[in-house]
């Protein structure tokens, strides 16, 4: 564990400080953080590399990526609401089960993006 405060600014870990976490664990909260961050921007993940073991998910544009105990998927859903046609996009990271072994081992940021919004976003 390191003595000097490390907080994350923004993501699903913002405003938790891993220097209390060992070294190891705060490079996967790093990394995975990271990553979330960049699939909301519309960028492909940093750290993790495209999981060769899986295919396309149904719609074909829904990608799996796996990281340091991590993998990460980026969900690319055409949906329509209202008449409104798009997408449903973003992260969704799952941990191991020995990293994270509770209930809960997910975090996630979903939402509706017009086609045209998505467009822009992944440019």
């Known amino acids: 564990m390191s003595n000097a405060a490390e907080t994350l600014e923004r993501g699903p870990f913002s405003g938790i400080d891993i220097s209390k976490c060992s070294e190891e664990d705060a490079h996967t909260i790093r990394t995975a953080n990271e990553d979330f961050l960049l699939v909301q921007e519309g960028k492909k993940p940093k750290h993790a590399t495209l999981n060769s073991k899986t295919t396309p998910i149904i719609d074909g544009s829904t990608t799996s990526y796996l990281g340091s105990r991590y993998e990460i998927v980026v969900i690319q859903s055409p949906s329509t609401f209202g008449g409104m046609h798009g997408y449903i996009y973003g992260p969704i990271v799952t ?8 209930s809960m081992t997910t975090v996630n940021s979903l939402r509706f993006y017009t086609n045209e919004q998505l467009k822009k976003l992944r440019c």
């Open 95 to 102: 941990f191991d089960r020995e990293f994270a072994p509770s």
